[in-house]
């Protein structure tokens, strides 16, 4: 009985492996369904090569993770055949077969139960996020998808030229926010850098600036003219913000969205 059970245990932690590589891509900000099915698939080795791929190959925390779990899905799978072939070879002919295939799928069967348990899930989570937070620093939260990077916004650096409508103004001057722009840092012509800039900040010919919102009105800022052509986009830009801002219209109870 020795080779069945010692199949079992294997089978045990490669399904304990995979739910602590499904709670560690939880802890990089992937959601709980996404991470499940990513730690599977790399353990697997199956299925791996979906199009939600790219979030995890493209962070360098969940990418360490899957490299992980594909090397020890490797190893458990050679050791899991390894311990199958040894049931039955290790059986006194065919007539011990069949027991021992019975007591594989009940145990199977057990490990399936207790495993798919909401219950034991969540508690097992639970234990496992804690020992990962206390142990390890995964605690990596992928910005990309935080800030919606994929859509229609984006982080853009933008090179302030002598005759741009952005050069020699304040950032309160410029009142970015209002046309839906946010400047997240400074980087200046001596290589001095201005992180989380304010109002009073100046910005100069030369500085590169990073900056967050949607691509298509960066584009246009990253372009916009000195002068009265400037000030004329800037003040339509800041319209299609308002206008898209109140197209959000809070009813009671809910919040209904408008087309726009």
């Known amino acids: 009985m020795i080779a069945p059970l010692s199949l079992l245990v294997v089978l045990s932690v490669s ?3 995979m739910l602590i590589g499904a709670v560690a891509l939880t802890m990089t900000g992937l959601s709980r369904e996404s991470a499940r099915f990513q730690a599977q698939s790399a353990f697997l080795g199956v299925g791996f090569t979906t199009h939600k791929a790219k979030h995890v190959v493209g962070h360098p925390v969940r990418r360490r993770i899957i490299m992980m779990l594909m090397l020890l899905g490797n190893a458990g799978a050679v050791v899991t055949v390894s311990g199958l072939i040894l049931v039955f070879l290790s059986a006194s002919g065919p007539a011990g077969w069949l027991p021992r295939a019975g007591g594989l799928i009940a145990g199977v069967g057990l490990l399936w139960v207790v495993f798919t348990s909401r219950t034991i899930d969540r508690h097992l989570s639970r234990i496992i996020g804690v020992a990962l937070r206390h142990w390890t620093d995964l605690d ?3 910005y990309a998808s935080l800030l919606r990077l994929a859509g229609e916004f984006s982080v853009t650096e933008m090179r302030v030229r002598p005759d741009e409508w952005l050069a020699d103004k304040t950032l309160a001057e410029l009142d970015l926010r209002s046309e839906g722009a946010l400047v997240l840092g400074i980087e200046r012509t001596d290589g001095s850098y201005v992180g989380a800039p304010r109002g009073p900040t100046a910005v100069r010919p030369g500085d590169l600036l ?3 919102g949607r691509t298509s009105r960066l584009k246009e800022l990253d372009r916009r003219p000195a002068g009265g052509a ?10 299609r913000q308002r206008t898209h801002e109140t197209s959000l219209t809070v009813v009671p109870g809910s919040i209904q969205r408008s087309c726009t």
């Open 140 to 142: 990596v939260r992928d």
């Open 230 to 239: 400037g000030d004329r986009a800037h003040h339509e830009a800041v319209g």
């Open 15 to 17: 399904l304990l492996i």
């Open 210 to 212: 990073i900056a967050y």
